[in-house]
């Protein structure tokens, strides 16, 4: 690391204060402090010291996107082997599944830094570390197939409208890899549908559906009825769900590399337990109010499978816990969580053309997280002012 760190601070000299570059520092910047810690420290006033910096969340919340983020690679390769009825072997999987999706990682990054990086040296301030995660959340919430062309102009669209355009890291209203993923929905429209088949190759299949679980439920045929019911010839089994062996974007299948993300997340304190579960018990109630009803296939899909598919339990986990859109006050977060579930599996149920509901569910709150945060606080002082008058 020594020579990395002498080498870096020669590359650097241009860069600094006087020198030829200096105007283009944050450029260099960036990189040294996603290297090494940075050497600028807090040497008076009344400041929290605290080893836990900006970085080092986006780090952690990296961390725990990796379990998915794997399992989403080997099952590109699981999906397309599986449905040509050959070999689907660990290396091959993750082989074609890395050609894919790495592709893919890299556009986000190399767009998406590129603008921030710009937006730092025309604003002249230091490149923030809150697009390590948006980079990452991007390529995980698309299908495989998405154009690489698309990708970037959806990033371009998140990090201009959903970031930037608010004032930047911490300011902006609204989960910016969320952003990509809306754009994406209604300016893209039949590579965001899920109904193609889910191999790299399509034209080597034939007659065979790839549809996701909701889109088979929406479509409310007899592979519909064979989910709800658990019939022998479903498409696919609780367990499938629950492991992810099933079609869907790149990291939202597995729900058991999700929940091991959630227990990084929860037990580094990154993420809020508080929004995890309200979501949860949100969309369970939800599932429940709609079996009781029972008027087409989607409401009859039991509520707990309802919390296996789709992007429900990653949007909880990595999407609705975003600290700077979400609710900041504790009883806030359980209001917030739980409203996210309620509205993510009404939309499902009631939006024929979009059977999700957890893309707008989450940017839905976004909109009415202040307002949540604000009567939470203003209630808390009522009680206050209250127990003043009968001291």
Known sequence: MDFLRKKLDEIRKPFNKGGKFEKFAPAINSIDTLLFVP??????GAHIRDGVDLKRVMVTVIFALLPAMFFGMYNI???HYSQLGESTDLLNCMLLGATKFLPMLLVSYGVGLTIEIAFAIYNKHEVNEGYLVSGMLIPLIMPVDFPLWMLAVSVVFAVFIGKEAFGGTGMNIFNPALIARAFAFFSYAPKMSGDKVWVVDASAIDAVSGETILGQLAADGEPARALVTGASNASWSVM????GFIPGSIGETSVLAIILGA?????????????MTGTVLGGAAMGLIFNALGLNELMNFPWWQHLLVGGFLFGA???ATDPVSGSQTEKGKWIY???IGFFAIMIRVFNGAYPEGMMMAILLMNVFAPTIDHYVIAGNIKKRKNRLKTA
């Open 240 to 243: 499938d769900m629950f492991l």
């Open 77 to 79: 390769g699981y999906q």
């Open 263 to 275: 227990l990084i997340l929860i037990a580094t304190g990154v993420g809020s337990w508080k929004i």
């Open 337 to 339: 969580g739980i409203l």
């Open 39 to 44: 050497k600028h420290n807090t040497i008076k």
């Open 317 to 319: 986990v990595f999407m």
